[in-house]
């Protein structure tokens, strides 16, 4: 069974950009008689709002796309999370840390540490700072919890079937290079402090609970696709193919954001335009 999803983030009105990457993911399930997922990936729950939501269903049903009625919501699905969470931390993947931003940045650009000093999917890498503490037996509640980068990758190689082309763990001549990428992605945050999942986890927690077989998206999300591997790895789920589309950019060539109303769609409907307008002006 072919199965794609759309997951936006009720934060914003949907720009052509997400008009685009539903389209695909609508028309490539529909060509092959399958079925169109809708995920709101509403876990900042700061920024995530109803009415988003509302207008988020409204623009994609204008745009002529039917997806599947079961629509998972990520704010209702924190025991899910929870549960996995627990697994990684049984399994001595995760570590606490209590690091502030500025802490990171002040450890990470520190004179004896600014050789190491770089930026991976998730910002700059984490200089490990809290990796080397006494073992923790129960999982303290007050602290983001951290994959330990090494352990993991060295559990994935170990792994059957360990996905290792697809992971980058590129094997040269024989031998598996980890080291790069270690260092290329660093320890990333898997729980925040409040106990709020990150969002490789929840991404890759929901595909695979729902089945989804193509994952169709931006390739501003290309190098994350890694963590996603491995954590499937990690967990024993069956990685999805992953097809990753240009980003739709304005007149200047930078990237729409979600604060750029003029691109809405929304704004597009109030000016008259139709379905059709909205694929041509994406090329599609
Ligand atoms: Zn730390």
């Known amino acids: 069974m072919i ?17 685009y990457s539903a389209i695909l993911a609508h028309d490539f399930a529909k060509a092959r008689n399958g079925q169109f997922l809708v995920r709101i990936e509403d876990i900042d729950r700061n920024r995530a709002r109803p009415k988003w939501e509302n207008r988020i269903f409204d623009d994609l049903k204008w745009l002529g796309l ?8 990520q704010s209702e699905r924190s025991f899910l999370y929870e549960k996995v969470i627990n697994k990684l931390w049984a399994m001595g993947l995760l570590y606490p840390c209590k690091c502030s931003r500025k802490d990171i940045i002040d450890s990470a650009l520190a004179p004896q540490g600014f050789s190491h000093a770089n930026y991976g999917p998730d910002g700059l ?4 700072t809290c990796r080397q503490q006494k073992i923790f037996v129960e999982r303290p509640l007050d602290s983001a919890l951290r994959l330990n980068m090494a352990k993991a990758v060295t559990k994935c190689v170990d792994i059957k079937n360990c996905n290792v082309e697809i992971t980058g763990l590129k094997k040269d001549n024989g031998i598996i290079n980890t080291s790069q990428f270690i260092d290329s992605i660093g320890d990333i945050v898997l729980s925040r402090r409040n106990k709020e999942v990150a969002y490789h986890l929840a991404v890759v927690v929901d595909d695979a609970a729902q089945g989804v077989s193509h994952v169709i998206r931006g390739s501003d999300l290309k190098p994350a696709t890694n963590i996603h591997v491995l954590l499937q790895n990690l967990l024993g789920y069956s990685s999805p193919a992953y097809i990753h589309h240009k980003l739709i950019r304005d007149a200047d060539g930078k990237r729409l954001a979600k604060r750029d109303d003029a691109k809405s769609i929304s704004s597009f409907r109030s000016q008259g335009a139709t379905p059709a307008d909205i694929r041509s002006l994406v090329g599609l």
């Open 3 to 19: 199965r794609t999803r759309f997951a936006p983030s009720p934060t914003g009105p949907l720009h052509l950009g997400h008009a």
């Open 125 to 128: 890498v984490y200089p490990g």
């Open 66 to 73: 039917t997806w599947a009625n079961s629509i998972i919501r």
